[in-house]
């Protein structure tokens, strides 16, 4: 299971490349050198019911850069939001990315747990320690769920 996920990860940084102006709240495209990337992966199910945001379990990692520039972060993950759409968003530094949330539907018909990603690139980040972190949240009182998820930091050295 670990060479797939390995596999995985190497697929997104080559993928991730492409990936223009999104989650900087506007449309456009661009492009640059990313040379470095953290990442974060859990396989367990974790599910909660409540209308406030908070931290998506193993989802957080902090780290340092060099250099002043552009973040790609990436989010996958299965979810499982029978009752209601699941809300996330990420926060650099305890600031929320554009879009401030981003919508991820489970199985309405009972299907169980569906696959999502999503990716927010951020402006230019100054040099230093940086602390990445998903939180989630529900509209209505009903269980979330997920599981299989990565957070994926990309950025200049």
Do not use: C
């Not at 945001?53 to 340092?64: L, S």
């Not at 939001?81 to 949330?101: C, T």
């Not at 990603?117 to 769920?145: C, M, R, Y």
């Amino acid at each position: 299971m670990k060479g797939i996920k390995v596999a995985f990860i190497i697929g997104m940084v080559v993928s991730v490349f492409f990936i223009g102006a999104l989650g900087t709240g506007h449309a456009g495209s661009g492009g640059g050198v990313l040379n470095k990337f953290k990442f974060v992966s859990a396989e367990d199910s974790q599910q909660h019911s409540t209308t406030t945001w908070i931290n998506m379990p193993d989802m957080t990692k902090t780290f340092n850069t060099k250099k002043r520039g552009r973040m790609v972060i990436t989010l996958s993950a299965e979810v499982n939001a029978e009752g209601g759409p699941m809300y996330v968003k990420v926060q650099i530094d305890g600031v929320d990315l554009e879009p401030k949330e981003s919508r991820l539907t489970g199985s309405t018909s009972g299907e169980g747990y569906r696959s999502h990603s999503f990716t927010w690139v951020t402006e230019k980040i100054a040099p230093g320690q940086h602390t990445v972190n998903v939180l989630w949240q529900s509209t209505v009182l009903d269980d979330l769920k997920v599981r299989d998820r990565t957070l994926l930091i990309q950025y200049k050295g």
